[in-house]
């Protein structure tokens, strides 16, 4: 069975741009959540999403955002880049009941300067 | 709040010695608990999991952990550490609100393996 494929690997963008960040999860798999992680902050959840309807949300504003598709599939959305949006960011799916474990992506290494 | 504290931010060990990565986490009910490793340049691995039942578990790779309810801690271990076990581990504690899936994850330990 295929893993959690996020594309693209590797990102780098401009202050003030916004980036869409890609993640296919795992045949089956229905929920798919977003961490960012960072050396200052280590990972943080940014939200869940669970047959196309976010059902949980970190704390994080509004420029970050999400989607999910009826095949499961995500997307994730960072409007206005900030500097200290720079991050690796980890598409992580799972069956969807609440204890199921995630399974993580190899993440998406987002650079702004 | 749910939290989760690592409180070794970096442990070297020889190779063959034994390894304790120590979590301790604070949550109101009854925790689902995880320990993940992650190598560099990628995503995190899922290397164990508590959810009820039996306090010790087995994982992947030879791991296991033990739950202490009393102590809040779900301690990681090892008997004999392998060179390619030099990564960072992870340990994260699940909360589940609005039936939704959410880990709070520790700051991590870097473990470094002499050979």
């Known amino acids: 069975k295929a893993g959690v494929t996020q594309t693209p690997r590797y990102l780098i963008k401009t202050r003030g741009q916004q980036v869409t960040l890609s993640c296919s999860p795992i045949?089956?798999?229905?929920?798919v959540s977003w961490y960012q992680q960072t050396p200052g902050q280590g990972l943080q959840f940014l939200f869940e999403y669970f047959s196309e309807t976010q059902r949980n949300k970190g704390n994080f504003p509004g420029r970050f955002s999400g989607r999910q598709f009826s095949n499961s599939r995500s997307e994730m959305n960072v409007s206005t880049l900030e500097l200290g949006d720079s991050a690796l960011y980890l598409c992580?799916?799972?069956?969807?009941?609440?204890?199921?474990?995630?399974?993580f992506g190899n993440g998406t290494r987002l650079t702004v300067t | 709040a749910q939290s989760v504290t690592q409180p070794d931010i970096h442990i070297t060990v020889s190779e063959g010695a034994s390894l304790e990565l120590r979590c301790n986490y604070s949550?109101?009910?009854?925790?689902?608990l995880f320990w993940y490793v992650q190598s560099p340049g990628q995503g995190l691995q899922l290397l164990l999991k508590?959810?009820?039942?039996?306090?010790l578990v087995q994982g992947i790779k030879g791991f296991e952990a033990e739950f202490k309810r009393s102590q809040s801690s779900f301690n990681l271990r090892k008997p004999s550490v392998h060179w390619s076990d030099a990564a960072e581990y992870f340990c994260?504690?699940?909360?589940?609100?609005?039936?939704?899936?959410?880990?709070?994850f520790g700051t991590g330990t870097q473990l470094k393996v002499e050979l």
């Open positions: 992580a799916s799972s069956m969807g009941p609440a204890n199921s474990p995630l399974h």
């Open positions: 045949s089956g798999h229905r929920s």
């Open positions: 508590y959810f009820s039942g039996d306090t």
């Open positions: 994260a504690v699940g909360a589940f609100t609005g039936g939704g899936n959410k880990l709070t």
């Open positions: 949550y109101g009910a009854t925790p689902y």
